[in-house]
């Protein structure tokens, strides 16, 4: 199973980017039953959650995203989604998603995709 994430690119401060991840090859129960979240990791930083949504669709983003990035999961298609709004050069980092199940990862992290926010 792999992890496919795009959407990223260069983008303005204030701009918007629309973030994807499929998780290939996944058996559907797996990808309904798992909890998703987006994560990013910045040069010289730890890997940091920036939003999830639980199997049972429940939201939670980090403070620093709330009010400007929505998440969302389409199950039919395996995928999950990162609407990013008013964008920061703080959002500047590679952004990757990742599915747990009783507190593990399930999928190899993947290349994820690049987020550059320029001022």
């Known amino acids: 199973v792999q992890l496919q994430a795009s959407g990223g690119g260069l983008v303005q401060s204030g701009g918007s980017l629309r973030l994807s991840c499929k998780a290939s090859?996944?058996?559907?129960?797996?990808?309904?039953?798992?909890?998703w979240g987006w994560y990013r990791q910045a040069p010289g930083k730890e890997r940091e959650l920036v939003a999830s949504?639980?199997?049972?669709?429940?939201?939670n983003y980090a403070d620093s995203v709330k009010g400007r990035f929505t998440m969302s999961k389409d199950n039919a298609k395996r995928s999950v989604y990162l609407q990013m709004n008013s964008l920061k050069p703080e959002d500047t980092a590679v952004y990757y998603c990742?599915?747990?199940?009783?507190?593990?990862?399930?999928?190899?992290w993947g290349q994820g995709t690049q987020v550059t926010v320029s001022s």
């Open positions: 090859r996944t058996i559907l129960s797996t990808f309904i039953g798992a909890d």
């Open positions: 990742n599915g747990r199940r009783a507190g593990s990862y399930l999928y190899n």
């Open positions: 949504i639980t199997n049972n669709g429940r939201m």
